[in-house]
C-alpha cells in the first residue's frame, strides 16, 4: 500500500483546509485510515481515524466539533476536513494505513505518508 497526501498549506486562525490522502496497491487490506500529526517539538499525535469495515471514526478531544475525517471508496480517498484552525496545529499532519496481509503468516504493518505541511498563522 502506497499513501500521497495533498492540501496542506498555509492558512490565518479561524481558517480553513481540507487534507486528502490517495490510497494505492491492495487497498483491501486496509483495515483502518487515519491523520497523524507533529509539531516542532512535540510527540506525534492521532488526530482523526477512520475504519475500513463500518467507517466508525474516532477522534482526539481537541479536534472533535471542527475536524472531519471520511472516505470515498470511489477514489480509494481518505480526507481530513480541518474548519476552525488554531496556530497550535501547525504540523506536519501524516496519513496512514494500517494494513493486514493474511498471508500466512498474517502480517501487520502501519503504512504512513510523506507528509503535509500545514501552517496556522495568528
Known amino acids: 500500500v502506497q499513501l500521497v497526501e495533498s492540501g496542506g498549506g498555509l492558512v490565518q486562525a479561524g481558517g480553513s483546509l481540507r487534507l486528502s490522502c490517495a490510497a494505492s496497491?491492495?487497498?483491501?487490506?486496509?483495515?483502518?485510515m487515519g491523520w497523524y500529526r507533529q509539531a516542532p517539538g512535540k510527540q506525534r499525535e492521532l488526530v482523526a481515524d477512520i475504519s475500513s469495515g463500518d467507517s466508525s471514526t474516532k477522534y482526539v478531544d481537541s479536534v472533535k466539533g471542527r475536524f472531519t475525517i471520511s472516505r470515498d471508496n470511489a477514489r480509494n480517498t481518505v480526507y481530513l476536513q480541518m474548519n476552525s484552525l488554531e496556530p497550535e496545529e501547525t504540523a506536519v499532519y501524516y496519513c496512514?494505513?494500517?494494513?493486514?496481509?493474511?498471508?500466512?503468516?498474517?502480517?501487520?504493518?502501519?503504512?504512513w505518508g510523506q507528509g503535509t505541511q500545514v501552517t496556522v498563522s495568528s
Open positions: 496497491g491492495k487497498i483491501s487490506n486496509i483495515r483502518v
Open positions: 496512514t494505513a494500517d494494513v493486514v496481509d493474511l498471508g500466512p503468516p498474517v502480517v501487520f504493518e502501519r503504512v
